[in-house]
């Protein structure tokens, strides 16, 4: 190939005196382009001579292109693996996902399907009261008194579904127990019942069951699809950890400049309603929208001079595969005694503390309506119930208790460092006392 080169090169240039346009090249420059030409074959040449001295450990470097081009078309013919399921996909694997509340030493009660049925006015409906346990558990869910309907009165939603089948009781991020399905029930959710079954811890599980200080559980029909490789994360509240003086000092400051920047996004929420009162509306909003402006105008600004009285706590976990602590922070401000803003927020344990995400979602229904104040009374309207880690990736799931002065929520979400993320599962109840859902007519 070097040699057919250099004979083209010197056609070209002592050859071409005929051929136009080479002829009018004058013999300097033919001598020129020679020199130029020949300089450029030897540098091919000596890349080649080069190329080929280098050996690696599959020959020269010649070789060890096409042998990278073979290894490439035999790797695109082998068949690919499956992409990874997302997180709440491994956690559907398993089907249905429920919550499950202690109900006594030896039993777990979940529901399965909420407003089967009105509470009051039902003639017809026919159940026995179930013995209440001598000490109330998982009160947070109200699920204390249950009745067991008989076979007229089984709502269709639960009637496929036998007694003695077995499910899957998460009791911790490392610790899962079969339950047996003992008798379906029914449990007042509010104004209506909803339908659930009272399932039996087995006899040798009882003692691991009892052990557990945990009320607030996740139950499977099968166990949900594993994180490929599994991630050995230890997913737990960390009672004992403590932060340094100088660490907590920092915890206040970061709520208060959150605080405001929220604030600032809801009031401009507010404003934007009062311009456009159809545009976002919430059907529990209560009010006229440019009233719940000018309410708020003086309290907003006070907050965000600073004047807000704060009070805050805040639990340790280990939630995530560097194992460096997360803590939930819950706050609460007030003006002359009224609770006018609350929020959560999530922040990284490092050397100093750093704010990753919080929710004041709270804090824009209070602006919104008028609901129950006694709610906001306490730091009580969330709290982390229970730990998971079902499909082994190191991220936990967190069974997490709300409350937004008319309902209650024990949902499960997924832990990020951007906030918790909702999955499908959650329980629902109201939060009216009973009487307010009896007809004064009736």
């Not at 030493?105 to 909420?114: D, P, S």
């Not at 499977?220 to 050995?232: C, D």
């Not at 003086?298 to 009070?311: C, H, K, N, T, Y």
């Not at 937004?404 to 990020?416: A, C, H, K, Q, R």
Request: glycine share 6%; net charge negative.
């Amino acid at each position: 190939m070097i040699t057919l080169l250099i004979l083209v090169v010197a056609l070209l240039v002592f050859g071409s005196s005929g051929i136009a346009p080479f002829g009018a090249i004058s013999r300097k420059t033919k001598r020129f382009l020679l020199v130029v030409g020949i300089a450029y074959v030897f540098v091919l040449w000596s890349a080649y001579r080069w190329g080929k001295s280098q050996r690696l450990p599959d020959g020269s470097i010649f070789d060890h292109i096409e042998n990278e081009r073979r290894r490439k078309l035999a790797q695109a013919a082998q068949p690919q693996p499956a992409p990874q399921l997302t997180a709440a996909e491994r956690l559907n694997v398993g089907g249905p996902t429920l919550v499950a509340v202690r109900y006594d030493a030896t039993h777990v009660v979940f529901i399965i399907g909420a407003d089967t049925q009105p509470r009051f006015g039902r003639a017809n409906l026919s159940a026995e009261k179930v013995a209440a346990p001598p000490r109330p558990a998982a009160q947070l869910a109200a699920l204390e008194e249950l009745f067991q309907p008989d076979e007229q009165s089984l709502p269709e939603i639960i009637k496929h579904i036998s007694v003695g089948e077995q499910r899957l009781l998460e009791v911790s991020s490392d610790l899962t127990i079969p339950v047996t399905l003992e008798r379906p029930v029914l449990a007042a959710t509010g104004c209506s019942l909803s339908a659930g079954f009272l399932a039996a811890v087995p006899p040798d599980q009882q003692v691991a069951f009892s052990a557990s200080a945990k009320d607030y559980f996740v139950i499977r029909s099968a166990p949900a699809e594993s994180f490929q490789p599994p991630q050995a994360a230890q997913i737990s509240e960390l009672p004992n950890w403590k932060p340094s003086p100088e660490f907590e000092k920092q915890i206040a400051p970061l709520l208060a400049e959150r605080m405001r920047q929220e604030l600032s996004q809801i009031d401009a929420w507010l404003a934007a309603n009062a311009e456009n009162p159809e545009r976002g509306q919430d059907t529990w909003v209560v009010g006229s929208p440019r009233s719940r402006l000018a309410r708020w105008r003086g309290p907003d600004e006070r907050l965000d001079r600073g004047e807000g009285r704060l009070a805050y706590d805040w639990r340790a976990f280990r939630l995530t595969p560097d194992g460096v602590p997360r803590l939930f922070a819950r706050a609460r401000w007030q003006l002359d005694g009224d609770t006018v803003f609350v929020m959560t927020a999530w922040f990284r344990a490092d050397t100093k503390p750093v704010l990753l995400s919080a929710d004041s979602s709270w804090s824009r229904k209070i602006r919104s309506g008028d609901p129950d104040d006694s709610a906001w009374k306490n730091l009580n309207f969330q709290t982390v119930l229970n730990e998971f880690d079902a499909d082994h990736d190191g991220w936990a799931e967190l069974l997490v208790y709300t409350h937004d002065g008319d309902s209650v929520e024990i949902g499960l979400y997924l832990y990020t460092d951007f906030g918790l993320v909702p999955t499908k599962t959650s329980f629902l109840r109201e939060a009216r006392p009973a009487e307010s859902c009896l007809d004064p007519d009736e």
